[in-house]
């Protein structure tokens, strides 16, 4: 049965009453965007010899409804997100680093970390084995708690890449020049595989095609409603 539209209802707080409005409106299940601003591609996800697993906070998981990281896996073939906050025993996570036919990484930018734009990683690391990166997806505060409570995803090798240019996620201001959104991330590491010849990144425009619809219709929507949060479209 399909809901009305919208409904009113009594809110009591204190002595006195207020009326407030509920409306309902039809999401896409798959970008979880209104329907009228669906960002699903509309051709096949884009393959890619590496997979790419986000490691998605619970907070990002519930709440985010535009995250970078869902139109990722939406545009990548066997991307993958597993929510959750410690993952050291997920059984997903462990069934994907106990394969053996995986070599799994941590995108990871550190001391000792193969920077994939210097050519430092090694093809014969791989010893035929897919590689698998495993990039966090959170917010800053976030991604600092997930590796506190999952010391283990230290312990994989790291990657690394040097950004060809900052990021384009204007309507977010970024702690340091250096740090990307999730799709953007996705996107310079599949550049640089790529460089190192470890993958072949065809449609070089797909991701950021995607990331610049949302980014757009975002500031669109922030200069038609101040605060959109409190309006029902």
Known sequence: MRLPAARRGACLYGRRAYTVRYMHRDNCYRCRRPAETCLCPTEEPLPVRTKIVLLMHVKEWRRQKSATGRLTCLNLKDAEMIPGVAFDDHPRVRELLEDP?????????????????EGSFPATELEGRRLVVFLIDS??????????????????????????????????????????????????????????????????????????AMRDYQIERAARTPNPRHHSH
């Not at 340091?176 to 010849?197: D, F, N, R, V």
């Open 101 to 117: 036919a995986n070599w799994c990484a941590l995108l990871y930018p550190s001391a000792g970390a193969y920077n994939l734009s």
């Open 139 to 212: 917010t800053w505060s976030c991604s600092r708690t997930i590796l506190r409570l999952s010391p283990g995803l230290l312990n994989l090798p790291r990657l690394m890449f040097t950004p060809r240019e900052p990021s384009k996620y204007i309507i977010k201001r970024q702690p340091k020049p250096e740090y990307l959104s999730t799709i953007e991330a996705t996107h310079e590491l599949l550049l640089a595989l790529e460089s190192a010849g470890l993958d072949e990144y065809p449609d070089k425009e797909r991701l950021l095609k995607s990331f610049f």
